[in-house]
């Protein structure tokens, strides 16, 4: 695999903050772009500066994904007059946010997973398709009064191709794009004069926006206590108070549920680890559970509504750990105990190269 040189990744990061910058942000699309494209950057087989082709379909499956709970009500907001769904477009509602309201109204699904299973999603799919075509992948490259387009070309029949180094940089600076997006995305619903209302003091807005519903995170708990019993995934020992649901790829470095990444924890074990990659005991407990209990864990998901997808999974841990390996990160074994991540966590994943 070839690597883009130091400079070529510093031009990339100086490109994405003129984008940001000096970019027109008339709707919240963008910054689902920027989102969508770096997860998956992450989630593609190719390492290195190797070609990404991407449908514009699965990207519209990832909007879907990001605007999926936007289209309930905003409840903090709870004295406003009008129905209190958050506007994301300067002018009349998103058309996304329309689309997944309709969809949700008509089909009835309670999740996002579930309503990516049903015979209808295709349609929704081809409808926020057209949006993502015509708006945001047509001007998220405009910025500055021209056209830059250092991050992707568009090819015929829906599909666009990454630029040489472009995939391995939204790998590298996943965190950095994140959140980048993610404060434009919550600055851009809060400036929105249509909005002020709705949202009167609460300052909620980020969890609403980007955090996993509770409800799920409670199925998804009861699912892992009826299959695994109570027993702390990082300590072993049983937890007799209420169990914590841990991201074992912590959310703040991969911000996707996967039915696959959820294990049980004690809250003080879960506090503890925090944001921080799990030591390599962890990881080989946690790859050696995805391979014997993929399907109980989709059963879990599937009845959670949340993602099932067990090789993506894998894929975004790899990453992590990686990326880790590369930065010299350290690893959270118990309270105040770390390790360096080294070379021996990569072997972890076996051969297969990812
Ligand atoms: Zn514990």
């Known amino acids: 695999m070839s690597i883009p ?61 990001l605007y999926w709970s936007h289209v309930l009500p905003y409840s903090a907001g709870a004295a406003a007059a009008q129905p209190d769904i958050l506007v994301q477009n300067n002018g ?21 997973e579930q309503a990516r299973m049903s015979p209808a999603y295709s349609r929704l799919v081809t409808d926020v398709s057209q949006t993502v075509s015509a708006q945001p992948l047509t001007y998220l490259q405009n910025f500055g009064g021209g056209t830059d387009a250092f991050i992707y070309e568009r090819l015929p029949q829906g599909m666009i191709r990454l630029k040489p180094g472009v995939a391995y940089c939204m790998r590298r600076f996943h965190g950095l794009i994140q959140q980048m997006a993610r404060a434009r995305w919550i600055a851009h619903i809060k400036a929105n004069q249509q909005n002020h209302i709705v949202l009167g003091m609460a300052d909620d807005l980020e969890d609403f926006l980007f955090l996993t519903s509770r409800q799920s995170l409670m199925k998804v708990g009861q699912g892992l206590r009826h299959l695994e019993g109570t027993a702390c995934f990082y300590c072993a020992e049983p937890i007799a108070s209420e169990a914590d649901v841990d991201h074992f790829v912590p959310y703040g470095l991969y911000a996707r549920d996967l039915a696959h990444n959820f294990v049980l924890a004690h809250p003080t074990c879960n506090r503890s680890k925090s944001d921080t990659l799990a030591a390599r005991q962890h990881l080989e407990k946690w790859l050696t559970r995805l391979d014997l209990r993929a399907d109980d864990l989709a059963q879990i998901g599937s009845e ?26 350290r690893a959270w074994l118990r309270a105040e105990a770390y390790e360096p991540v080294d070379a021996a966590y990569a072997a972890c994943f076996g051969a297969t190269p990812c």
Do not use: H, M, N
């Open 5 to 65: 040189s130091d400079e070529r990744q510093l031009t990339f990061l100086t490109k994405l903050q003129r984008l940001f910058s000096e970019g027109d942000f008339t709707a919240t699309y963008k910054f689902a772009l920027l989102i969508a494209l770096s997860d998956l950057a992450v989630e593609a087989d190719a390492p290195g500066d190797d070609e990404v082709i991407l449908s514009v379909r699965q990207i519209a499956d990832r909007f879907i994904g």
């Open 92 to 112: 009349r509602q998103a058309a996304v946010i329309t689309a997944i309201a309709r969809f949700r109204e008509t089909e009835r699904l309670a999740s996002f």
């Open 304 to 329: 959670a509504g949340v993602i099932v997808d067990p090789a993506c999974a894998r894929k975004v841990a790899r990453w992590c750990y990686d990326s880790a390996i590369q930065s010299g990160s």
